[in-house]
Every structure is written in C-alpha cells, then in structure tokens.
C-alpha cells in the first residue's frame, strides 16, 4: 500500500534555531502534500500545501516566512521551521495524495507518522 | 468547503458494534466521503470512503442515506485496540483542501 514516511519522529531543539523535518513519498508519486499542525487534544489544523515545481500555499494565519515549504521532487517535500521558539512545539504531520487508494474512485490522504517538536 | 460535525467522544465495550455518525449538511455534488482514524502521536489512517449507499470493506462499513446529508460508520465487533478518535471528512476527488473537524474519540472499555 501507499507510504508516506517522515523524518525525524522525533526532535528536540534549542530556542532560535531551525529545524528541517522531510516528508518522502516511498511508492508513489505526489505532486502535492500537505503538511498539518496538531496541538494535544485538538484536531489537525492543515498549515500549507506543498506543490512540487512551485511556492507552497499557506493557510491564512500561517507564517510562511518561519514555515519553510520546498517539494524540490515528486517524492520529497521539507517543512523548515526557522528561528524556533517554545510555541512552536507541537506535532506536525505531512499527508499525499493516493490517487486510487479510497476504492471509490476519489484521492485519499495518506500521512506520514507525524514529528513531534520540542523547542527548549 | 463541507463542514462536518461529529460527537466529541462515544464509549463502548469489547465485542460491541459501534456506529459513529458524522453531519456534512452542505457536501457538494462530487465530494466523497472519507474516515481516518488516529492513535495518539502518529498520524491518521484510512479507514473507508464512499460516496452514497453502502461500503464495506475487511475493517468497516459505511452508510451513506440518499440526500448523503450524514454518513455513519460502523465497526464491527470492536476491541480495545480501536480505541482512537475517528475523523470524517468531505471532499472532492482530488482531495485537497480537506478540513479536519474535531473528531470522535472512541474509548473502547474492557
């Protein structure tokens, strides 16, 4: 079935500096991801969309100069979060779309297994 | 954009059916229906889709009425496994630009 893997799980880092987190499509080719924000006990808040070849758009609200967007391939998107501060620890998730995974003819979404981010 | 209400939590026990009905008053014309499902820190599942009537699948079924107002899923049979918060979202086929509601968290008692 369709993948969505994404790097780091994991990452822990100091007020001010910036972290890189990579969302791949292993199986598939996705022109566009999406990348969400998830605060604990709250839903998944769609930050931007990724388009490969081109600028990502940003949900309104969203900062896109701190929120680094590239989808350099077919396969990669990056969300880049610079100059981080402690209110930027949350859980991010980036999703593709399947073109034939829903069974009913329509796209589904297929995220990756999310990164939590901790800014000290 | 549909907008979709769903129950904030619902409780069951092992071995029971549950249903989970959302709301899409507005869904449009080509949009689909989708349910994902979420375990705490990872990212959410597909778990059916479907546009009207019935859909089964090895882990679910959906029903969809005619005026596709609501959907419901059901789970068969559920365990303490399932427990998770369920998500159901409308869109079109190409699926972008698909809002998450707040979801039902499903608590599965022994």
């Known amino acids: 079935g369709a993948v969505v893997s994404q790097h780091p799980s994991r990452v822990i880092c100091k007020s001010g500096t910036s972290v890189k987190i990579e969302c791949r499509s292993l199986?598939?080719?996705?022109?566009?991801m999406f990348w969400y924000r998830q605060f604990p006990k709250q839903s998944l808040m769609l930050m931007a969309t990724?388009?490969?070849?081109?600028?990502?758009?940003?949900e309104q609200g969203v900062e896109k100069d701190k929120f680094l967007i590239n989808h350099a391939s077919l396969t990669l998107s990056t969300l880049t979060v610079t100059s981080a501060h402690p209110e930027d620890s949350s859980f991010y998730i980036c999703?593709?779309?399947?073109?034939?995974?829903?069974?009913?003819?329509?796209?589904?979404?297929?995220f990756g297994a999310g990164s939590r981010l901790t800014v000290l | 954009l549909a907008k979709t209400t769903q129950p904030i939590s619902m409780d069951s026990y092992e071995g029971q059916e549950v249903n989970i009905t959302c709301s899409h008053n507005?869904?449009?014309?080509?949009?689909?229906i989708t349910w994902y499902q979420q375990f705490p820190s990872q990212g959410p599942r597909f778990i059916i889709q479907?546009?009207?009537t019935k859909v089964t699948n090895e882990v679910a079924s959906l029903f969809i009425p005619a005026d596709r107002k609501s959907s419901t899923l059901s789970l068969p049979r559920v365990s303490l496994s399932d427990t998770a918060v369920y998500y159901c979202?409308?869109?079109?086929?190409?699926?972008?630009?698909?809002?998450f509601g707040s979801g039902t968290q499903l608590t599965v008692l022994p």
């Open positions: 199986d598939f080719q996705a022109t566009t």
């Open positions: 999703s593709a779309n399947h073109p034939t995974l829903g069974g009913s003819g329509a796209n589904v979404l297929t």
């Open positions: 507005n869904i449009a014309t080509n949009d689909y």
């Open positions: 479907g546009y009207k």
């Open positions: 979202l409308v869109g079109d086929v190409s699926a972008r630009q698909l809002t």
């Open positions: 990724s388009n490969e070849g081109s600028k990502a758009t940003y």
